[in-house]
T-cell receptor, first 109, second 115 residues
Framework: GIQVEQSPPDLILQEGANSTLRCNFS?????LQWFHQNPWGQLINLFY???GTKQNGRLSATTVATERYSLLYISSSQTTDSGVYFC???????????FGKGITLSVRP | DTEVTQTPKHLVMGMTNKKSLKCEQH?????MYWYKQKAKKPPELMFV???????INESVPSRFSPECPNSSLLNLHLHALQPEDSALYLC??????????????FGPGTRLTVL
């Protein structure tokens, strides 16, 4: 099955800093999602982005499907951005969304 | 409305108890999912329902029994669980399970503790 790798595993930022989170996947994908899991466990949809670039406020994402990676950009980080960021990919071979191991982000005031 | 609801938020049960987790969505989605998530790990798929029929069982022990009474509701019946089954149980839904419109939306989860 598809392998999904995220880097870096942990990231510590000062409030106001920018960051880039990376997701590599081993096969062609039909679906690529980015989620933010808050400290209470809720998985919040950030982007559904199998290809191209999308922006939502301070967050943006780019997926280069031909090179099998996706990037999540966080600008002017806030303490509420803290949590775990997952990317998850779906190849269309079955109904399974394969998750990466996650990136733990801590934004300090 | 992109909301999936789950009840209860927290559940503590003994190994001999029978309990159920409930999940509901009103987005008209035809695929629903149960995931299990242990601390500091990604969610792991347990079951997939597509058009109210079980389409995937990821070799889950029979002490977990899913049920899909209608297209909006998904239950997970629990019986004779073990302490290692303690985890966050997440429900998700998507428009369908195999087509291009399968963006998944997750509920807030049920945090289960088995004593």
């Amino acid at each position: 099955g598809i392998q999904v790798e995220q880097s870096p595993p942990d990231l510590i930022l000062q409030e106001g800093a920018n960051s880039t989170l990376r997701c590599n996947f081993s096969d062609s994908v039909n679906n690529l999602q980015w989620f933010h899991q808050n400290p209470w466990g809720q998985l919040i949809n950030l982007f559904y982005i199998p290809s191209g670039t999308k922006q939502n406020g301070r967050l943006s994402a780019t997926t280069v499907a031909t090179e099998r990676y996706s990037l999540l950009y966080i600008s002017s980080s806030q303490t509420t951005d803290s949590g775990v960021y997952f990317c998850a990919a779906w190849t269309g071979a079955n109904s399974k969304l394969t998750f990466g191991k996650g990136i733990t982000l801590s934004v300090r005031p | 409305d992109t909301e999936v609801t789950q009840t209860p938020k927290h559940l503590v049960m003994g190994m001999t108890n029978k309990k159920s987790l409930k999940c509901e969505q009103h987005m008209g989605h035809r695929a629903m999912y149960w995931y299990k998530q242990k601390a500091k790990k990604p969610p792991e798929l347990m079951f997939v329902y597509s058009y109210e029929k079980l389409s995937i069982n990821e070799s889950v022990p029979s002490r977990f029994s899913p049920e899909c009474p209608n297209s909006s509701l998904l239950n997970l019946h629990l019986h004779a669980l073990q302490p290692e089954d303690s985890a966050l149980y997440l429900c998700a839904s998507s428009q369908d399970s195999l087509g291009p419109s399968n963006e998944q939306f997750f509920g807030p989860g049920t945090r289960l503790t088995v004593l």
